[in-house]
């Protein structure tokens, strides 16, 4: 046997040991059980050129091997996404393979400031009377970005805290991004840490501070300082440092569809702030809410949406997955799922991106009733409970960890 196949082979062999033994709870393969899952189908499907997904995995090798680098990841939505749980495995998944390797919390909104569910993995506190705009509102004319949602205050004294449940990761920042409203009438930013540079990026849309020490809770004040300031709109902040290891940003707005992304006019700048290494894209349950569901119509909006991005990212993977089953109206089953499923798929030929296809995994047609009976569905049979998100996050990382293995192993999928 020769001296590199054997150096070759014992890196795989140190690589799923060290998976196995570093985990936080069980090896990631190891998923509760279930009758009804297809389990022998969790994997990631490519149906064009996935030779992107090699970049993106020898991303991967630089951090597990080297402790080098970053990944930024992008998963977008909407309400799966918005409760937070599903991403939240999956960054607890992906940040605990082995230690050290957490990165940086990443891109958030409070929506608490917009009176909407927030995310239980963070907590809100705010002062002043803030307004919302969310992308799905055709009727209101706000600018929006990458998250979707914007709030707006009129007072000229506010405040935004944010603190982290250090539950799994002791998460601290030695940068912040705020993205928002940028001219000469929006209010100053105040960080309550005085030491700390401040950097202005009108062509992103954000202002930055860069602490001279690690921060592990956010305190902002929004403050008029001249006559010509009138309100502050924020679109979200990105906290950031320079460990190496995962980073990942979900992004999700109750009742978005992909056309609510289009209406957000900043969403290309805020991408490129981010320049995420590869984009999940979970929007669809809303899109095929309905009896009129056109694929052809979806499959023009999703490439839109791809194409505006990678005007700025064009070298980002992408990973689509499928709607899970679901009910209409709680009484009849959503015959859509299927016609959906099929779209991503060609979609994903187009544009060279992978499949997760999760609404044959969790059992196809009808499945959700099964979900419903075993406390994993709610009864709106469109929803999860709390433990169903956790498997799906579960499913997931499973699947995307089999693909990276399959590179590990310079082996074909």
């Known amino acids: 046997m020769g001296t590199c196949f054997k150096s070759y082979l014992s890196v795989v062999v140190f690589f799923l040991a060290t998976i196995h033994l570093c985990l936080s709870q069980d090896y990631p393969h190891q998923i509760n059980q279930y009758p009804f899952i297809r389990y022998d189908l969790n994997k990631l499907d490519f149906y064009g050129d996935s030779i992107g997904f090699k970049t993106l995995y020898n991303k991967f090798d630089e951090i597990i091997f080297e402790g080098a680098d970053q990944v930024d990841i992008i998963h977008m939505g909407g309400s799966h996404i918005q409760a937070g749980v599903f991403s939240a495995q999956m960054r607890k998944k992906i940040q605990t393979i082995q230690p050290g390797l957490n990165s940086y919390r990443g891109f958030l909104f409070p929506y608490r400031m917009a009176r909407t569910n927030n995310p239980s993995n963070y907590q809100i506190s705010y002062t002043g009377y803030w307004t919302s705009c969310r992308n799905v509102e ?79 809770t956010l305190s ?42 289009l209406r957000c006019a900043l969403l290309e700048k805020h991408v490129a702030a981010i320049g995420p290494d590869l984009m999940i894209f979970s929007i669809g349950i809303n899109d095929a809410y309905t009896t009129r569901f056109d694929p052809e119509i979806f499959k023009a909006n999703y490439t839109e949406l791809i194409n505006r991005i990678k005007t700025i990212s064009p070298h980002v ?69 709390k433990e169903g998100y956790n498997l799906v996050g579960d499913l997931f990382f499973s699947a995307l960890i089999k693909s990276y293995e399959y590179h590990m192993k310079g082996s074909q999928q």
């Open 317 to 385: 993977n992408i990973i689509f997955t499928t709607n899970n089953d679901s009910y209409y109206r709680k009484r009849y089953v959503n015959k859509n799922g299927e016609k959906v499923r099929q779209a991503m798929i060609e979609l994903a030929r187009q544009h060279h991106a992978g499949v997760w296809d999760l609404y044959t995994i969790m059992g196809g047609y009808n499945s959700i009733r099964q979900w419903e009976t075993y406390g994993l569905a709610k009864r709106d049979k469109i929803h999860f409970t």
């Open 220 to 261: 902002l004040k929004f403050v008029k300082t001249s006559p010509s300031q009138q309100s502050f709109s924020l679109y979200g902040l990105e906290f950031e440092n320079k460990e190496p290891g995962f980073a990942y940003h979900a992004i999700g707005v109750n009742g978005a569809d992909v056309p609510s992304y």
């Open 138 to 216: 055709k009727k209101k004319s706000c600018e929006l970005g990458l998250s979707g949602i914007s709030v707006t205050t009129t007072d000229t004294l506010t405040s935004l805290k944010i603190y982290f449940d250090h539950e799994y990761v002791p998460y601290t920042f030695t940068s912040l991004k705020v993205f928002h409203q940028l001219d000469s009438t929006s209010f100053s930013i105040v960080p309550s840490d005085t030491l700390f540079t401040r950097e202005i990026n009108e062509e992103l849309g954000y202002t930055a501070f860069h602490f001279a020490h690690p921060q592990d």
